[in-house]
């Protein structure tokens, strides 16, 4: 599975929109690029799923680029309660047993 | 529809008890995984049930065991506890094998002493 590289952490203010990106530059033709979610002592959420160009949901957007060896996870106007740890995983569809989750980027927001 | 649900939420054992743990899954789910977080090793996949057949094992002991019934639900057993196995235990449903897309459960936090 392609190894991927996220910053440990990151500060924003609340308002703010923030991107986080993922670096995968051995990315296979087959994988997806997967965003969970995870606030302390809960389990990781689904946030958002792209294999190419741009996705956009109720929550976020996946911004994916042509070569498709990075990606940037796009929060818009943060509030207080983003402030989590944030995992970009790559990897085939029906594969997810197989991911590694790794430290993630820790997300801090302040007031 | 009622997310995943584990019980217990918090566990305290002592080193060479054996422990047990459920998950009832989403209803119409008929995929559950377990997998273990501590913060040295992050998130590890234990191992994953469809159908009531597991599908695929981690690299874990064969302590760490599971099983699968009828109506999804799921529980996996970890025999003769060792201090190391102190960590969040998650469980996550998916309606199909293997997807991405999966929903985790709040986890049941075991403290081995």
């Known amino acids: 599975l392609a190894k991927t590289t996220q910053p440990i952490s990151m500060d924003s203010y609340e308002g703010q929109e923030v991107n986080i990106t993922c670096s995968h530059n051995n990315i296979a033709t087959n994988d997806y690029i997967t965003w969970y979610q995870q606030f302390p002592s809960q389990g990781p959420r689904f946030i958002i799923q792209g294999y190419k160009t741009k996705v956009t949901n109720e929550v976020a957007s996946l911004f994916i680029p042509a070569d498709r060896k990075s990606s940037t996870l796009s929060l818009p106007r943060v509030s207080l309660s983003d402030t989590a740890v944030y995992y970009c995983?790559?990897?085939?569809?029906?594969?997810?047993?197989?991911?590694?989750f790794g430290s993630g980027t820790k997300l801090n927001v302040k007031p | 529809k009622a997310g995943v649900t584990q019980t217990p939420r918090y566990l305290i054992k002592t080193r060479g008890q054996q422990v047990t743990l459920s998950c009832s899954p989403i209803?119409?789910?008929?995929?559950v995984s377990w997998y273990q977080q501590t913060p040295g090793q992050g998130l590890q996949f234990l191992f994953e049930y469809f159908s009531e057949t597991q599908r695929n094992k981690g690299n874990f002991p064969g302590r760490f065991s599971g099983r699968q019934f009828s109506n999804s639900r799921s529980e996996m057993n970890v025999s003769t506890l060792e201090l190391g196995d102190s960590a969040l235990y998650l469980c996550a449903s998916s309606p199909e094998a293997g997807v991405n897309e999966q929903y985790f459960g709040p986890g049941t936090r075991l403290t081995v002493t």
């Open positions: 209803s119409g789910h008929r995929s």
């Open positions: 995983l790559v990897g085939p569809m029906y594969n997810f047993n197989k991911f590694y």
